[in-house]
């Protein structure tokens, strides 16, 4: 990669591929998840994740690029963690508290993601819609993470405890 503009295509496809992959994931942290709470959050979280990844084809589109992911290493170790969390945890309090803990870790590589491109976005003077739609996933993804730390601080971790 030799400009910005070829690192922000890399990165693009980056979260792109992670996004699918979170996809694919969220449904059965929801299945495993002892508390509702948590089960309605991982559930509300994967509605919009397919609002982001819609968002995502929206840059593409603007961009002029065919959407496609570039296997993202990051993301796989992050999910393979909580699939052995979701695995190997018998409690289901503790589950849970495991599984906020591997959710947050995905939610913070996506925020920094999301945080990268927005200001590369703007750096590059791309379309301001690319910001926006950008934007928009950045801030579902601070919403997702403080979701998440409520639920562990005011419930979660005790029960675990």
């Not at 959407?67 to 969390?85: M, N, Y």
């Not at 927005?118 to 403080?146: H, P, S, T």
Request: charge should be negative; proline fraction near 1%; glycine fraction near 4%.
């Amino acid at each position: 990669m030799k400009s910005l503009d070829a690192l922000f295509n890399h990165f693009l496809r980056d979260i792109y591929y992670a996004e699918k992959q979170v996809r694919k994931t969220l449904p059965k942290m929801a299945r495993k998840a002892e508390s509702e709470q948590l089960r309605e959050a991982f559930e509300h979280h994967l509605e919009e994740t397919e609002e982001q990844i819609d968002n995502l084809e929206k840059v593409f589109e603007l961009l002029g690029l065919k959407a496609r992911g570039v296997t993202c290493e990051a993301i796989d170790g992050i999910l393979e963690e909580g699939k052995e969390i979701m695995e190997d945890a018998e409690d289901g309090d503790t589950r849970d508290a495991g599984m906020i803990a591997a959710a947050q870790a995905v939610e913070h590589y996506e925020i920094t993601r999301y945080g990268t491109l927005v200001a590369w976005a703007k750096a590059l003077d791309l379309d301001a819609k690319v910001a926006d739609l950008l934007q928009a996933n950045l801030d579902q993804e601070y919403d997702a993470d403080r979701n998440l730390t409520s639920l562990a601080e005011k419930t979660l971790n005790r029960e675990a405890a």
